[in-house]
Nanobody, 123 residues
């Protein structure tokens, strides 16, 4: 019912920047919180940042001051601006959307995930 498509990953040197985008599409009624998570090799998937529908943000301590999350509600899109990247930021980044969608005359709510985009930071 809802699809999330990420873009913007890649290879960058330490100290560089990348911007990730994630666009939601489908039978969307409303999107509540949106966020970015990451999973490094052999690690669990961890929170990077979230942004509420009203704009309140939350960051992992490891990225605070370097990463900025934002969203465009008109486009159902969330962004992650990543500056001062470090090798330890290397991971697959996933976007997440807490979404109320339309299914006939019902309005269920569920969480959706993107397919992931690789970010590699070389030292």
């Amino acid at each position: 019912q809802v699809q999330l498509v990420e873009s913007g990953g890649g290879l960058v040197q330490a100290g560089g920047s990348l911007r990730l985008s994630c666009a939601a599409s489908g039978r969307i009624f409303s999107i509540h919180a949106m966020g970015w998570y990451r999973q490094g090799p052999g690690n669990q998937r961890d929170l990077v940042a979230t942004v509420a529908s009203g704009g309140d943000t939350n960051y992992a301590a490891s990225v605070k001051g370097r990463f900025t999350i934002s969203r465009d509600n008109a486009k159902n899109t969330v962004y992650l601006q990543m500056n001062s990247l470090k090798p330890e930021d290397t991971a697959v980044y996933y976007c997440n959307a807490d979404t109320t969608y339309i299914r006939g005359s019902y309005y269920p709510r569920d969480e959706y995930w993107g397919q992931g985009t690789q970010v590699t930071v070389s030292s």
